[in-house]
């Protein structure tokens, strides 16, 4: 049984603004908005990955400890989720 991997929702429309990504839920006509890191990871999203190889990423690439990236790693995941904007799969 292999990790859970995450992915974009098919029923987006994203756009990159000015270093942000501006997504809109075409289901619910909901606007989100990410900056930063959450680019960063929104990114690595659109070839699926896992909660652990994203905080990875996370890691190498900002001023962040392993500990720490994963936390918030997993809480942005839990709201892109929970939003309706990413789904996971099983891998394995």
Known sequence: MGEVVFKKSGSLIERRIEGEAILLDIKSGVYYDLKNVGVF????????????????????????????????????????????????????
């Open 41 to 92: 990871i929104w990114e690595i999203l659109s070839g699926g990955a896992s909660a652990r190889q994203i905080a990875a990423a996370v890691a190498e690439n900002f001023d962040v400890d392993a500990e720490t990236a994963l936390a918030d790693t997993l809480e942005l995941l839990n709201d892109l989720e929970t939003e309706g904007l990413i789904v996971r799969n099983a891998e394995g």
